[in-house]
């Protein structure tokens, strides 16, 4: 007989948005998490008496019903928070997304003639074909643009030329953004009417976004969570997942169920398969790479630092990417009269930075955020450092046809879903994973539901109409 229903693999929230679904229809399942928390890369640290996310994890969502949800689970947990994002470049801020107006003010008007002029250039004698990141940006931006805001930013995040890194990138992220529709923003402010670009506001759970995961928790119960235990053997036969491993301490856990969901990171789920896959299909596995990051918290005596959400760093002098403060995302994320800087170091696994040992990690960050003018090293009490294997799933170009053939080959399993960010190499933000993960779940309940089209057609720019 089976433990479960379905057993699901991973307990972020997209393998818990599947969880929570089948609980509520009546199902039984089981999760087995590998990390002693909840939330995956949407979890929330606790250390010391700080609060910090990886990285800053804002949710916005286009979709009603998965809006719906997370404000059903998090009620009143939920505050208004004000965004305010800006580059940091030369010594000035920017706004983030970049302004024409302020760009022009921050560059003088030589810089910025140069760019609008390029930008005209690029428009009257268009690029033909758009295959790679670089080729996206020159083509809404124009080439001056690129060069001064997009290049050193991006070639950090990827660690590689962004003529290597695939435009799909762009379609997941950033697609409907253009110097024109940024020069229409501006047009529209400077006529007294507020601009539709980017939200300004957005809500945040009180104690960071990691209590999104554990209210999934809270409402899946007496459902098991199985934390600290990871699944390293899937076992199928006849073209079904028959049962999983997981192992803690040397000791194993055997998982049987009808139907399986995986959010582990999608090669790996294809090195856990037992009988192994076909050794193509692994070759494929092995071709697919991620960007890892490594988040440095530094603690600081003193109750803020910035007014800002985010602030970007992309001049390559500076090796962190990105900085968020925590407490302008909710004033419970540090102990009163205190803060936090997050800084975001981009990396691969091994790297320098990788490798570093965490108080070397700690002594760099804050000397670098005295040489930006942030804080005074002296003023640092505390820090606490994580390090994210599978932060960003690389698509670089080329990495499509590996790509195919996995998912091919997983088809072939009648009973075995992939959902999430990284359980399916897709760019997916917060409400992307929840809804694969909920139209997963909703798959079996009957209904039927692509979840590779998650993400896809859809138009997303967190733009309002
Ligand atoms: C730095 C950074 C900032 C971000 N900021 C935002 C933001 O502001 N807004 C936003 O919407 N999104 C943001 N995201 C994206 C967001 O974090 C993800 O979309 C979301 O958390 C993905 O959830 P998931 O469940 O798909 O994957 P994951 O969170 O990766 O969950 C997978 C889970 O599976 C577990 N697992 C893996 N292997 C095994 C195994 N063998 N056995 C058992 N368990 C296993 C992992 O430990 C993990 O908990 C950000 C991401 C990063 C890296």
Redesign the pocket.
Known sequence: MSDADVAV???????LASAYTLAKAGKSVVV????DVV????KTVVHNGFRFD???????TKNEEIEELVRGLLKDELAPTPRSSKIFMRGKYFDYPLRPMNALFGLGVGESAKIILDYLKQKVTPQREIVSLEDWVVANFGRELFKIFFKEYSEKVWGIPCNEVSAEWVAQRIRGLSLSVALRDALVKLNHKEPPTLIKRFLYPKKGIGRLSERFVEEIQPNPVHLG????RVEHGDGRVRRLV?ERDGKEMVIEADNFIS???LP?LVK?LSPEAPEEVIRAADSLEFRA?VIVAVMVNRPRVTNLSWIYIPEKKIPFGRIHEPNNWSPEMSPPGKSSLVV?YFCFEGEKYWNMEDAELAQVTAQYLEELGFIRQDEVIDHCVVR?AR??PLLRIGYREHYNKIIEYLKGFENLQV?????MFRY??????IETGVKAAKNLLGEKHDVFAVNVASKYLEEKN
């Open positions: 693999i991973g307990a972020g929230v997209a393998g087995v998490e590998k990390d939330g995956g890369l949407s990886l990285g800053g994890h804002r949710f916005f235990w990871r699944v390293h997981a959010s582990a990171p790996l856990m990051t975001e994210v932060a960003y959902v999430g960010r990284t359980g997916h933000n917060i409400d992307h994973a």
